[in-house]
């Protein structure tokens, strides 16, 4: 019962939020840039899906996600599991797109046995071009390629080496960025993070509809910018003369109380006392205002107010950057630059006008920050400290004035510049660059152990290799890795994590998230321990497993009619099993037949002396 209720609550919430995210785009529409990139969302329909999503997330996200497009883009919706599927071809966002999007569900329900996410990018990325594409994976991340395909698990490897090795170039190339949303802690973490990274797109985990709703408004945001007035800790705004709408999304959990929002001229607004001109909705987990020609002054909001609100605005005021990276690497600080833009060249800067740039965390902690220094034509300019943690992240640039105040957040994903992994069965550290102009040509790594340098091995472009020294005694002895790294003129030390080594070479490693994507990806056997890439299940077992499922098929297919039939047929009439089972049963029937027979003839045997 509490997975049917979890189940409900989700489909409740992004029904909810199909209405309200309409008009929170329409605030950020104005805002579009004059290119006006493809959305091309990529939905896993794959049976591990069934297991990885139970609540369905894939079906809601895909509401979220059409009521959060603009229109007037273009955009498309392509499923894959065995096979890939277009069952929204790409065309412009209208309200009769909408409509066939919203009547997609059944299709991101009906599952197939394999995941085949190497052709479903390329064939959503193949699709005609209009400008840059942003593909939005969505995925427990899980290769699984048919046996028809070859022997497993090499086949799955194969493509996920081409996935991550060309495919992801290609992308970079052509203008192809991949978004991806992990549906599951099982997923291939290491897959989407890589696909993002070298795409330059964002990769995070939702489990939840409201972390689904976060991971799509931070998709949106950083495809079709938006500008927003910081929200104060005492759920404070301000609102200058420019600003033409305003609308406010109010996160809050189920059972909390109500919202009021306050004018600056004392006026309590609630959803019950607001005037018409006001839209007011109100939903189990937010609130949704929006607020035509809002009176300058402060705002105020008042009563539950979550931590991922914000309010945005319409105006002739652009707050602008210079491109914002979606990977930022620990150790590296981040050049920005900012300034605002009006709609008359000739309208002088507001007064006081100030620019200041942050890393928050994901929790809303302030991990990093500085103020920009003016320099020609009003733009600042400034340096980022560099990260020193990883995870998902998000930058805020601020515009401050007189009565004046502008923000726009981008989320980011923070990865280690070198990540570092432990290889027992050969006593050593890998070691692999994750920043995209690290390699052996400008890295120079070593380890500082008891005073002794440590020179790690250069075997690859971006891969090094380091031997453990013997630890002769009980005690835990640290081992510090350096990484000195000259880029652009300058030289500059990185100081990875430092490790802990004992008599029994065990190595500690005292950060979880040193590996980085890459590393992460590999997995290193144990002295003794079966090589990585040895299958987990043979054949036999995949064929028990694939018999044992046929009673559900045939269900479904019954419960489907003839076209559910016909889907099934054309689905499997290739997978060398299905051969294979309907050869056992006609043997079978063989085997009956002939058996009965020879009982037939028997019996007539027995008869021939009464005749």
């Known amino acids: 019962m509490a997975r049917v209720g979890c189940r409900a609550s989700s489909i409740c919430l992004a029904m909810s939020l199909l209405v309200s995210c309409l008009w929170w ?11 006006r990139p493809d959305v091309r969302v990529v939905v896993d329909v794959s049976g591990s899906m069934k297991r990885n999503d139970p609540d369905q997330l894939a079906a809601s996200a895909m509401e979220l996600l059409v009521s959060l497009l603009p229109g007037g883009v273009s955009a498309g919706v392509w499923t ?6 277009n069952p929204l071809p790409l065309g412009e966002v209208s309200e009769q797109w909408r409509e066939r999007a919203l009547a997609l569900p059944p299709a991101l329900r009906d599952y197939q046995q394999y995941t085949d996410i190497e052709t479903a990018l390329d064939r959503a990325a193949s699709a005609e071009v209009n400008g840059w594409r942003h593909l939005i994976l969505m995925t427990d991340g899980v290769i699984d390629l048919p046996p028809s395909q070859g022997d497993k698990p090499g086949i799955d490897e194969a493509s996920r080496k081409r996935l991550v090795e060309d495919m992801a170039s290609r992308f970079a190339d052509r203008g192809v960025v991949v978004h991806a949303i992990a549906f599951s802690d099982d997923a291939d973490l290491a897959l989407v993070e890589q696909l993002a990274q070298r795409t330059g797109g964002l990769a995070s985990v939702a489990k939840s509809p409201e972390s689904l709703l976060g991971a799509f408004l931070d998709i949106i945001e ?3 910018p938006a500008d927003q007035v910081p929200l104060e800790a005492d759920n404070r705004f301000v609102v200058d003369p420019s600003v033409g709408n305003l609308s406010a999304l109010v996160f809050h959990g ?3 109380g109500p919202v009021t929002l306050v004018a600056p001229d004392g006026t309590r607004y609630t959803a019950e006392t607001a005037p018409d001109d006001i839209r007011w909705q109100v939903e189990p987990h937010f609130d949704l205002i929006r607020v035509p020609d809002p009176e300058a002054g402060q705002w105020r909001l008042e009563g539950p107010v979550g931590a991922q609100s914000r309010v945005s605005v319409t105006s002739p005021w652009r707050l602008r950057t210079s491109g914002l990276p979606t990977t930022l690497y620990r150790g590296f600080p981040v050049p920005v630059e900012a300034w605002l833009e009006h709609d008359d060249a000739e309208m002088p800067s507001p007064e006081g006008l100030r620019f200041s740039v942050a890393l928050m965390s994901s929790d809303g902690e302030t991990l990093a920050s500085k103020q920009l220094e003016p ?18 992240a998000r930058l805020l640039i601020r515009a401050q004035g007189e009565e004046f105040e502008r923000q726009r957040g981008q989320a980011a994903n923070v990865l280690p510049a070198i990540g570092v992994a432990h290889d027992p069965a050969n006593q050593q550290l890998i070691l692999a660059a994750e920043h995209p102009r690290l390699n052996r040509g400008n890295t120079d790594i070593h380890g500082d152990f008891q005073g002794r340098r440590l020179p790690a091995k250069a075997v690859g472009k971006a891969r090094w290799r380091l031997s453990l020294p013997e630890v002769e005694d009980n005690t835990r002895q640290p081992l510090r890795l350096i990484a000195t790294v000259t880029l652009d003129g300058e030289t500059r030390e990185l100081a990875l994590p430092t490790l802990t080594l004992n008599a029994e070479s065990r190595v500690g490693i005292g950060r979880p998230d040193m590996a980085g994507p890459t590393l992460s990806a590999e997995r290193f056997a144990e002295e003794g321990e079966t090589p990585a890439g040895q299958p987990d299940t043979n054949v036999a077992d995949r064929f028990v497993e694939w018999v044992n499922a046929v009673p559900e098929r045939v269900h479904d297919g019954w419960q489907a009619g003839w076209p ?7 689905k499997h009439v290739k997978d060398p099993r299905l051969w294979l089972v309907i050869g056992a049963l006609l043997l079978l029937c063989l085997l009956c037949l002939g058996w009965r027979r020879r009982r037939q003839s028997r019996g007539k045997a027995r008869e021939e002396p009464h005749v």
């Open 80 to 85: 894959f599991g065995e096979r890939v599927d």
């Open 564 to 570: 559910g039939v016909e889907r099934a047929a054309a």
């Open 375 to 392: 320099v020609a034509d009003g733009h600042f300019k400034g340096r980022l400290p560099a990260p020193t943690q990883t995870g998902n």
């Open 25 to 35: 785009g329409g605030a950020a529409q104005a805002q579009v840039p004059e290119q």
């Open 222 to 224: 950083r495809i079709f």
């Open 254 to 256: 189920p059972d909390e």
